[in-house]
């Protein structure tokens, strides 16, 4: 993709222009693309591919954009009851055992979020929340954790796999070693490896930046739709399926898939 659509993309996310500019400015390019290339000589034409389309593309946003509206609303019960009792947030202070290796999960609707990962058997929560909008959930051997919103600062076991959903806010998680799969539609992410083990990411509009020990060992499978991959000097990468394939060590001690559909990955060493 362009410079010019990377640039129009990252004003809509940093909110600089709302989604109807953004479809604007996207059409303006689009038509402006496709007048140039209906003049260059048939010698010149590069070869059909299938491409992230112009449409999906447009509806992709809009996708974003209703779901971050529907996020943010979903706050509004909690403000009102707020407001009436005086209150705009409710200070929150949890900390509870957790057994070896039993999951963690965290559905976020809209705020953002600090994890760190301890060698520990606690998990510690504290932020500023909209009242009554954090639910805790242990059963089935899973802890579920689910916030309608605020911003979160959290301590989670080392053994303990992840599950991270947020649909708008940023995302930064550290010194991570076991299982991790997180989802998000709006916001950026950052994420520190420890170690590499089974890591499924998705990223919806947002840049994804990952860093790993120097002796990392794992096999990456990373779908870029919409921005620019950067990765260490010396490291495999190679072209599979439209996919990127990149190799760090043996590329067998793990596994780590990211698809990023609007935004920048960028995978250094720590």
Do not use: W, Y
């Amino acid at each position: 993709m362009d410079d010019a659509r990377l640039k129009i993309l990252k004003m809509l996310e940093d909110g600089k222009i709302t989604a109807d500019e953004a479809a604007k400015l996207l059409e303006a390019l689009d038509k402006s693309s496709h007048k140039a290339e209906t003049t260059r000589p048939k010698s010149e034409q590069p070869s059909k591919q299938k491409l992230f389309g112009f449409g999906d593309m447009l509806f992709e946003i809009g996708e974003i954009v209703r779901e971050s509206v529907t996020a943010a609303l979903s706050t509004v019960p909690s403000a009102i009851r707020a407001a009436m009792s005086g209150s705009i947030s409710e200070e929150v202070d949890e900390t509870m055992e957790v057994e070896d290796g039993v999951p963690i999960s965290l559905m976020l609707s809209a705020g953002d979020v600090n994890i760190e990962c301890k060698d520990s058997n606690q998990l510690v929560i504290h932020g500023d929340i909209v009242p009554e909008g954090l639910d805790i959930n242990e059963q089935g051997g899973e802890i579920a954790i689910k916030l309608s919103g605020g911003d979160l600062d959290m301590e989670v076991p080392k053994s303990s796999p992840l599950d991270v959903s947020v649909t708008a806010g940023d995302l930064d998680i550290r010194d991570v070693s076991s299982d991790l799969k997180l989802s998000v539609s709006a916001g950026d992410v950052d994420v520190s490896f420890a170690k590499v083990a089974n890591v499924d990411m998705f990223v919806k509009a947002g840049d994804l930046s990952i860093k790993v020990p120097s002796d990392a060992d794992f096999e990456a499978e990373i779908d870029l739709k919409m921005g620019d991959l950067r990765v260490p000097s010396g490291v495999s990468v190679t072209r599979s399926g439209g996919k990127h394939i990149i190799r760090f060590g043996t590329g067998t001690g793990g596994k780590l898939k990211a698809t990023v559909k609007f935004g920048d990955m960028k995978i250094s060493f720590a």
